[in-house]
């Protein structure tokens, strides 16, 4: 009988529980925050998910503050954004730099719209931490830069910019802040560890956050979203076996029972935090994932100690860093990989030559290629970038001709440095010994020989030879 009433009590219990859960939700379902002239201030708001969620700010009637490093890529999204109705201000700020974001906040507080007759938005109503970036590689190439510079970007940048906000909104008692962070704060994972250590580290400053400014009428939100086809896979960075891991990566980015898209993730982190919520993890892969790690944290290891035997090992260009524009291979870019490109032909994430900030919100520069930096060291004297001795003019080439298509066909023993620097890239890359009659082989690949035009184009020695090269991969 005592049994029973226990039963009984605990039945209840949870059904009150559920109850309670049920009328907050509803609640903040019918008394959601209205973004109707609320300023908002987005980092990263450039591209990717942050240009994403942008769109549907100023869909629901916010006036939007955008910021990140590259000044052209800033003005893209304004102009967008602008067509669309919206009042933007968009600023080139570095949120690493305490001093840049000071500024920069002040920037937004002092704005005034042209088409708002004067009136300044003056107070930052809500704040979102978005600024953010990949790198890929297993820890034994990892350096204590590679963790530094991703504490910067994702504890220190957004610990900069909610105390820039903080004052105003203490004195108001209202305001909103959103950090995204990332499955990768929640859950570890292989050959990621410099991300998610840092991402961790946001993960609970944002929900330590939460908890001591509710009082103040100001709501935290943590957004932990697993893998977004944003596009964004171009500017992360890889080590190691640079090409392997962008395979890896880029691949399950776009895969579809595993990843979702910006827009979704958008969709759902305006609603969150227009509610209040705590926290959103999304898709429900990322959900599963993060539930699953904190029920059974030891069998969840194990198994990531398997999964990283079948990941890629270290060699390949080793501590050096290369963006994901630069470690292409005949798997990736792919139809495997054809949702997560179109993501980046919409949200303004293609690269181009042009961009030469670090890749808009990432502290990190490309370094060169291993094979080519080598190639470099061993030409004695001054040299210049492609490692030819200064004022000696490279080797012309003895350059015979394929019959059937008029290409040229050329040995590597006769060609100049710089050009057998990168067939041993493209050798890897393709995996196909290099001969002449495999110039065709080369040449059903656009995207190598792209890489050697940009590698080679001030070689002004062998534009001709490039050009002839590059008009057959397009024909």
């Not at 309670?20 to 998910?49: A, I, M, P, Q």
């Amino acid at each position: 009988m005592d049994n029973q009433h226990s039963l009984i009590l605990i039945a209840l219990s949870v059904g009150a529980l559920i109850a309670v859960l049920w009328l907050v939700r509803w609640w903040r379902e019918n008394h959601k925050y209205d973004l109707t002239g609320k300023t908002v201030l987005l980092t990263g708001g450039s591209r990717g998910l942050g240009l994403v969620m942008a769109r549907q700010l100023i869909q629901q009637g916010a006036h939007l503050a955008i910021c990140a490093r590259d000044a052209s890529e800033l003005e893209r999204a304004r102009h967008e954004l602008e067509q669309q109705g919206g009042q933007v201000l968009a600023l080139p700020c570095d949120v690493t730099d305490k001093f840049q974001v000071e500024q920069m906040v002040q920037q937004v507080r002092d704005w005034a719209s042209p088409s708002a007759k004067g009136d300044r938005f003056g107070q930052i109503d809500v704040l979102i931490n978005n600024a953010g970036t990949d790198l890929v590689a297993p820890m034994d190439v990892l350096t204590m830069e590679d963790y530094d510079d991703l504490m910067k970007l994702h504890f220190w940048a957004p610990l900069y910019t909610t105390y820039a906000v903080l004052p105003e909104m203490r004195q108001r008692q209202a305001g909103r802040i959103v950090n995204i962070s990332s499955i990768g704060g929640k859950v570890v994972s292989p050959h990621m560890l410099a991300y998610c250590a840092s991402k961790f580290a946001l993960t609970g400053l944002s929900e330590g956050m939460r908890a001591e400014l509710a009082k103040e009428g100001i709501a935290v939100t943590t957004v932990c979203p697993g893998f977004i086809r944003t596009g964004v896979i171009d500017h992360a960075i890889f080590k190691g076996q640079h090409r392997k891991e962008y395979t890896w990566f880029s691949i399950a980015d776009s895969l579809p029972l595993i990843s979702t898209s910006a827009e979704n993730v958008a969709r759902q982190t305006i609603a969150a935090f227009r509610r209040g919520d705590a926290e959103l993890i999304v898709p429900f892969s990322a959900w599963f994932s993060a539930k699953f790690f904190a029920l059974f944290p030891g069998l969840n290891s194990t198994l990531l100690g398997w999964m990283n035997r079948l990941l890629p090992g270290t060699g390949g260009i080793g501590t050096e860093r290369a963006f994901g524009k630069d470690s292409h291979s005949s798997l990736s870019p792919s139809l495997l990989t054809s949702l997560s490109d179109k993501a980046a032909r919409e949200n303004n994430e293609i690269v181009t030559e042009n961009t030469d900030s670090a890749e808009a919100d990432q502290p990190v520069e490309t370094e060169r290629p291993h094979r080519q930096v080598e190639a470099q060291r061993v030409v004695i004297g001054e040299t210049d970038s492609f490692g030819i001795t200064e004022g000696t003019p490279s080797p012309e080439p003895a350059i015979a001709e394929d019959e059937q298509s008029g290409f040229p066909l050329i040995e590597p023993s006769q060609a100049p440095p710089e050009i057998q620097a990168c067939l041993s890239e493209i050798q890897d890359t393709l995996g196909i010994p290099w001969t002449p009659a495999n110039w065709r082989a080369y040449a059903m690949y656009p995207s190598v020989m792209q890489l050697f035009w940009e590698r080679l184009k001030p070689a002004t020695q062998t534009e001709s030879f490039l050009e002839s090269a590059i008009a057959l991969a397009a024909g």
